[in-house]
């Protein structure tokens, strides 16, 4: 009922949530008659649909290199998140899953849901790595390596200060970046990408997932773990879980800020990295989850729910960022609409709204000095139309007539 009352408040993303739900069909239409394929790209499409969606639009060895490293790490990161195995079990196979995936037979039952299944049937996903090319298994057995390690680490080690926080950031995420620079070149596609920016692309999503994650990992069962450093939230609060509190509603919103505005030091080199890509696939799939990110933080800013339930853009939003981030000019577009979002709910008030303002106004410059924001028309900030009741029907009219005649398309045969 809720997505109803948002698509009646923005007609306008019925269209692109038509177009989006389409693709997804399609895509999982694709999946591969192969038994180990199968499971991998039926596990993709349930572990991670819009992921899944960009990651197919990928030239076929790529797709596979990139669904593997995803999975491989997918299964990594459900050990590490596994909060009922004992750290004296769990270190040794964070420190040796590089070696699992060589093994065909190898599983570990832990997770739930559809991760469970992940883990039970991993046979299936190391099968398929082992018929990847040689670049990319070493590639992706490096990563797993040295994420694998570092999460061992922090099992036994806080996060205390903005290092550690950077640091634990880089081996669950900035690796990732990393590990996909190397699978992108090995391709032959792209150059190389330097590892300090490919690590940025991979901190500013992270850091986004752990600020909007604050109130679901703070309440996780058997016990929370969390990642916000203390030489942040210590400043405001006694105990992290101080904040969600709301006697401590101010000072929460302050601490929240905070994290936002050290997330947003990343974007920079997130811009950098993606002006330099040139496949315009691979430009997608790196592309709109960076966006994505930062119209996360710029609904999180400043915003007490971030400690009451859960902060996420409108499905209509999403739908319309995965149908127009095409071009590094949508990019600008978008990073520029979103800074301004977040800048116009600063209060100077706030102890880091100057810091804040610092580097969302070193976005702005960016995506001015690119000379391609008059290039494109904002679906991001704009005027609310006023739609009356029998426009509303008429609209919906239209897109039911259109959903049966693009369903017609994307039949089966095709």
């Excluded at 509303?392 to 897109?399: D, N």
Aim: hydrophobic residues 40%; contains cysteine; neutral net charge.
């Amino acid at each position: 009922m809720s997505n109803l009352r948002s698509t009646l408040r923005h007609p306008d993303d019925f269209y692109p949530l038509v177009k989006l739900k389409l693709a997804m069909r399609k895509a999982e239409k694709q999946i591969p008659a192969e038994p180990h394929w199968a499971f991998c790209y039926s596990m993709l499409h349930k572990v991670s649909r819009s992921f899944a969606l960009v990651i197919q639009q990928l030239d076929t060895d790529l797709r596979n290199a990139v669904c593997i490293f995803y999975l491989v790490l997918r299964a990594l990161d459900t050990v590490e998140d596994d909060t009922s195995i004992s750290t004296e079990v769990k270190v040794p196979i964070l420190k040796t899953f590089h070696r699992h995936i060589y093994d065909s037979e190898w599983h570990f039952s832990c997770g739930t849901k559809n991760y469970k299944v992940l883990m039970d049937e991993f046979h299936y996903v190391s099968t398929a790595f082992l018929e990847l090319e040689r670049g990319y298994q070493e590639a992706i057995e490096d990563i797993t390596m040295r994420m694998g390690v570092g999460m061992a680490k922090f099992i036994c080690k806080e996060v205390e200060t903005v290092d550690d926080y950077n640091e634990y950031c880089h081996y669950v995420a900035g690796l990732v970046g990393l590990g996909l620079s190397k699978l992108f070149h090995a391709s032959g596609k792209e150059d190389l990408a330097s590892d300090t920016i490919s690590n940025s692309m991979g901190l500013f999503l992270q850091k986004t997932n752990i600020i909007r994650d604050y109130l679901e990992d703070i309440n996780e069962i058997p016990k929370s773990r969390m990642f916000w450093p203390r030489q942040i939230w210590s400043k405001y609060v006694n105990k992290l879980e101080d904040l969600k509190y709301e006697e401590n509603s101010i000072k929460a919103v302050q601490c929240l800020n905070d994290m936002v505005t050290n997330s947003l030091t990343h974007a920079e080199d997130c811009l950098k990295y993606m002006s330099a890509l040139r496949d315009p696939a691979i430009f997608r799939f790196c592309a709109i989850p960076q966006v994505m990110a930062i119209g996360t933080l710029a609904l999180c800013y400043d915003n007490i729910q971030v400690f009451r339930g859960v902060v996420k853009m409108r499905r209509g939003l999403t739908a319309k960022i995965i149908d127009r981030t095409k071009t590094m000019s949508e990019v600008y577009g978008a990073f520029y609409d979103f800074s301004l979002m977040l800048k116009s709910k600063v209060d100077e008030a706030d102890p880091n709204a100057r810091k804040t303002k610092d580097s969302l106004e070193t976005i702005l410059k960016i995506c001015r000095d690119s000379g391609t924001l008059g290039q494109r028309k904002s679906y991001i900030v704009q005027r609310k139309p006023e739609y009356n009741a029998t426009l509303i029907a008429v609209i919906f009219i239209i897109m039911a007539i259109l959903l049966a005649y693009l369903s017609r398309l994307v039949s089966p045969e095709t």
